[in-house]
């Protein structure tokens, strides 16, 4: 390593500089990328919704967890904590919706309330 | 008898233990004792330890006397077996390959369901200048403070890359200082959170975001690719890599590429990444004032990335009227997902019904653009 440290108070303004055309780069980048966003979104739900108008189907929705399952999973797995069996259920269940993740792959060791 | 104690003695002399007792050996025990506390914090307090763990061997491996692991190759005499390795992180060829991973295992729908969430991204990317400019101001040169400032960017692989091109001698020091502090981020951020912030935002709801098609989220890998990479060639190796990942993913249509991008590859790269990284830690190289330095600016570079991102949250509450909770900006800071899980934290420590962990994923993973854009301006700058 060939570098010795002293104090440089010459370079601060073209650090600052510098520090500043960075900073607007990334944000030029970035504010570019989210109108591209926004666009890619609009155009999308507009060929979408043109598509749906035409052919309406109905559309699938994710199944929300069943209760016996959910209720089941309460029953044998959960230590509940000043919580009933329906309130944990119903934490578990949007916990899963939430998440996008199935209520089979999670596992919910305790639930207490706060 | 005598022939026997002489080759004993020869025996002893050829040693690694008679180097560590010769002159300057200390260094070499003093880096011995580093790698045994990093594999400590590896193993028993799991700090980031899929890569703590093979840099802290691959730091052992390294001082420990006459191995030859990272000699280099001359002539026809062949090189170390790290050595060798090396060429992958001295390439920028391991960075890019993580980022395959990475892109592969992330899911974008938070950030296309909130894009201005970009925005905390790239406000988030202030520490990697406070840094650069502090450097600057202790005497280091430009490359040194360009490497030293991406540590702010808390994201491991673009750190490396960088650090590889424009200063390889500082690489130890950066990527342990960028991966130790990416671990402490559960210590580092609450107290900036709770000082940048009231308790009123903090306990902010934020309303569910709006489904994302399947259409935008295979679109969204190809227009990121053209537009930054346009924008900024340079990125072209880290946002190009990250994006393919992403389309491996988002497509559907090469479930085995996907599944070896976020599983396979990314753990043996992992491995020849860490060690290397680590092998470049030998004494002579580490044990400076510099490298004190540069751990002690790396802290700046993420406190000021924390404060960034905190400070463009409040702005964005105050603009859409309390309907944006600023600790969302903490999480602009990469570190995917550590740095949305305490945001996620705060927020219900602040209000128990507070669920911020997927309006947080947004700016997480526009901070890993946003550092990767940050590295790519830098390098156009100073490559």
């Given at each position: 390593m060939d570098i010795s440290l002293k104090f440089s108070p010459e370079t601060l303004p073209e650090s600052l500089l510098l520090g500043l055309l960075g900073m607007t780069v990334v944000m030029l980048a970035l504010v570019l990328l989210m109108a591209a966003i926004k666009g890619q979104s609009w155009l999308v739900s507009k060929l979408t919704a043109g598509k749906h108008s035409a052919v309406p189907v109905a559309q699938p929705v994710a199944a929300a967890p069943a209760p016996v399952a959910v209720a089941a999973a309460v029953d044998t797995a959960v230590d509940l904590h000043d919580v009933d069996d329906k309130t944990a259920a119903m934490i578990m269940a949007i916990v899963a919706d939430e998440t996008d993740i199935p209520l089979e792959e999670l596992r919910f060791t305790s639930i207490k309330r706060a | 008898m005598g022939e026997m104690f002489i080759k004993l003695q020869e025996l002893l002399a050829d040693s690694g233990f008679s180097q560590l007792f010769a002159d300057g050996g200390w260094k070499n025990l003093v880096m011995i004792v580093v790698a045994c506390v990093l594999l400590y914090l590896a193993i028993k307090?799991?700090?980031?330890?899929?890569?703590l763990l093979p840099i802290a061997f691959g730091m052992l491996l390294v001082n420990l006397p006459f191995t030859g692991v990272m000699k280099e190759a001359v002539g026809d005499q062949n090189g170390g077996l790290l050595y060798y390795l090396y060429l992958g992180v001295k390439k920028g060829i391991y960075p890019s390959l993580i980022f395959l991973g990475i892109g592969a295992m992330t899911d974008f729908g938070p950030l296309l369901a909130r894009p201005s969430s970009l925005l905390l991204g790239a406000a988030a990317q202030l520490g990697i200048y406070c840094a650069f400019t502090l450097a600057r101001l202790i005497g280091f040169d430009v490359q040194s403070a360009a490497s030293i400032g991406i540590i702010g960017g808390a994201d491991g692989p673009t750190a490396i890359l960088l650090t590889s091109i424009l200063k390889p001698e500082l690489l130890p020091a950066i990527a342990i200082a960028a991966y130790s502090y990416m671990a402490l981020i559960p210590i580092i951020q609450p107290p900036l959170m709770r000082m940048m912030t009231s308790k009123k935002e903090r306990a902010v709801v934020m309303q569910q975001s709006r489904q994302v098609s399947k259409t935008e989220k295979i679109i969204f890998p190809i227009v990121c690719s053209i537009l930054v990479i346009l924008l900024l060639p340079s990125t072209a190796p880290l946002i190009g890599m990250l994006m393919l990942g992403n389309l491996f993913r988002e497509s559907g249509v090469v479930e085995r590429l996907s599944e070896t991008a976020q599983n396979n590859l990314i753990n043996i790269v992992t491995i020849f990444l860490g060690i290397t990284v680590g092998a470049t830690a030998a004494a002579d190289n580490f044990l400076r004032i510099e490298t004190l330095a540069i751990i002690a600016l790396g802290l700046i570079a993420f406190a000021f990335s924390t404060i960034g991102g905190l400070l463009f949250g409040k702005l964005m509450c105050w603009i859409t009227k309390g309907k944006i909770n600023p600790l969302i900006g903490s999480a602009g800071v990469s570190a995917v997902p550590m740095a949305a899980r305490v945001s996620q934290k705060e927020g219900q420590r602040a209000n128990?019904?507070?669920?911020?962990l997927m309006h947080a994923m947004g700016p997480n993973v526009a901070g890993v653009i946003g550092s990767a854009v940050a590295a790519g301006f830098l390098l156009a700058m100073f490559g």
């Open positions: - | 307090k799991q700090y980031e330890p899929l890569l128990p019904t507070n669920y911020l």
